[in-house]
């Protein structure tokens, strides 16, 4: 079965401060993707990243960086120097092989940044 | 933006009745999926259809269904409703070019309440 675990219910912060977003999940497939999304108070899911399995490289996109460990099964996300614009609550999902638009999602983890 | 429109943004039924939302995909997209967001949960893949049929389905009943139409746009149709399917009922397209994982983007829901 696959699973999404985001352990970290609700998150605050001040602004500036960098925070991370953990993120582990389960899955028995040898070719997966992970991604992460946004979601703010408007409802929309903003998509951030999809990585898939062979590609272990981690990445930054401005003040955002995901760090893939197939190791220990997480794919976690950082947010460095946060803004009150950052506040919103941010998905993991994954989506086996050839599952296209099926995502696994996590249960969230709601980023509140404070000025 | 994402370009998808859903539409009502927002709707109240009476337990039993039925419903039927809509939504326009992203120019360009061949593929819609329906998800199901409970209050304080991630969502839930309800169904996806490419070209105009049923391509997967997650563990929802039939009473959930769907259409998908010649201009890629959709319904999801959902019979007898029950108190617990009060929720965002979120709608996302994606272009699907072969055997892979698509990013999804996603509307900003239809809020269901049912009484």
């Known amino acids: 079965a696959q699973k999404v ?3 970290q219910t609700e998150i605050s912060v001040v602004e500036k401060e960098d925070v991370t977003l953990d993120c582990v999940y389960e899955t028995r497939d040898t070719t997966y993707y992970l991604f992460w999304y946004k979601q703010p108070p408007s409802g929309e899911l903003v998509f951030l990243i999809r990585r898939n399995s062979f590609d272990e490289q981690n990445e930054i996109s401005g003040r955002y960086s995901w760090n893939f460990q197939k190791s220990t099964s997480s794919f976690n996300f950082t947010i460095t120097a946060s803004q009150v ?3 919103a609550v941010y998905f993991c999902a994954l989506s086996g092989n050839n599952q296209g638009g099926k995502l696994i ?11 | 933006e994402t370009g998808v429109t859903q539409s009502p943004t927002h709707l109240i039924k009476t337990r039993g009745q039925q419903v039927t939302l809509r939504c326009s995909s992203q120019s360009g997209h061949n593929t819609v999926s329906w998800y199901q967001q409970a209050l304080g949960q991630g969502p ?11 391509n997967g ?15 890629y746009s959709s319904e999801l ?23 892979t994982n698509e990013k999804l983007f996603f509307g900003s829901g239809t809020q269901l309440s049912v009484l």
């Open chain 1, 5 to 7: 675990t985001q352990a």
């Open chain 1, 85 to 87: 614009v950052d506040s």
């Open chain 1, 105 to 115: 999602f996590g249960q969230g983890t709601e980023l509140s940044v404070k000025p």
């Open chain 2, 44 to 54: 839930q893949f309800i169904f996806q259809y490419y070209r105009e049929e049923e």
């Open chain 2, 57 to 71: 389905r997650g563990n929802f009943p039939p009473r959930f269904s769907g259409l998908q139409f010649p201009n």
């Open chain 2, 77 to 99: 149709n959902v019979n007898a409703l029950e108190l617990d399917d009060s929720a965002l009922y979120l709608c996302a397209s994606s272009l699907r070019q072969g055997p």
